[in-house]
């Protein structure tokens, strides 16, 4: 069974440190990662995906399968980046995302 | 395309009482999901769709809740009777199995209040 651990809840930083939001997977086969992203009175929305290898808003995530990790980093934090976001693993082909718990990222200014 | 629309955006009620919550996708998506979203829990899937057809409803948390697809353009997600455990954000979101970049879209969701 595929499963997504996002460890913490709530995340709060300062604005111009550094964030990371962790994300471990457990599947055994090659697994699609996406970070999803839920901004105040706003609908869920992609953020990335690893697949893609891009920079959203300057969030980037590395697909790590030794660690199982799909962390998702961002160098300088804005007041903006606070959000809920998750992270999803898709197994192969099937379209249908697993999501972790969620984690809260406030960004004080 | 206006995205999926969800009705209502808000619901109050009085445990007991039967919800009714809808849906439509985004026209030409093949799929439909229905998510809970709370505090304690997170995002969980209750059942999807495809192509009309329920394929999971395995996340469904008891025979209270229901939920039908009767055509492609609308699902409706149906808790008869409430309880006030049901209180959370029901989202629904719709994707297609077409190009791999797709992914999923979601509604606004449906604030459900069960007093």
């Known amino acids: 069974a595929q499963r997504v651990t996002q460890p913490e809840k709530l995340l709060s930083v300062f604005k111009g440190a550094p964030v990371e939001l962790k994300c471990n997977y457990s599947?055994?086969?090659?697994?699609?990662l996406f970070w999803y992203v839920q901004y105040s009175r706003q609908r869920l929305q992609l953020l990335l995906r690893?697949?893609s290898r891009e920079s959203i808003k300057g969030f980037t995530a590395d697909l790590n399968k030794g660690e199982t990790s799909f962390h998702l980093k961002k160098p300088f934090a804005q007041e903006e980046d606070s959000a809920m976001y998750y992270c999803a693993l898709e197994s192969g082909g099937s379209y249908i995302p697993t999501f972790g718990r969620g984690t809260s990222l406030i960004v004080h200014p | 395309d206006a995205g999926v629309i969800q009705s209502p955006r808000h619901e109050v009620t009085e445990m007991g009482q039967e919800v009714t919550l809808r849906c439509k996708p985004i026209?030409?998506?093949?799929?439909l999901f229905w998510y809970r979203q709370t505090m304690m829990r997170g995002l969980e899937l209750l059942i999807y769709f495809n192509n009309n057809v329920p394929i999971d409803d395995s996340g469904m948390p008891e025979d209270r809740f229901s939920a039908k697809m009767p055509n492609a353009s609308f699902s409706t997600l149906k808790i008869q009777p409430s309880e006030p455990r049901d209180s959370a954000v029901y989202f629904c979101?719709?994707?297609?199995?077409?190009?791999?970049?797709?992914?999923?879209?979601f509604g606004p969701g449906t604030r459900l209040l069960v007093l």
């Open positions: 599947y055994s086969g090659s697994p699609e």
């Open positions: 026209s030409g998506h093949d799929y």
């Open positions: 690893h697949i």
């Open positions: 979101a719709s994707s297609s199995q077409g190009a791999r970049e797709e992914t999923q879209y």
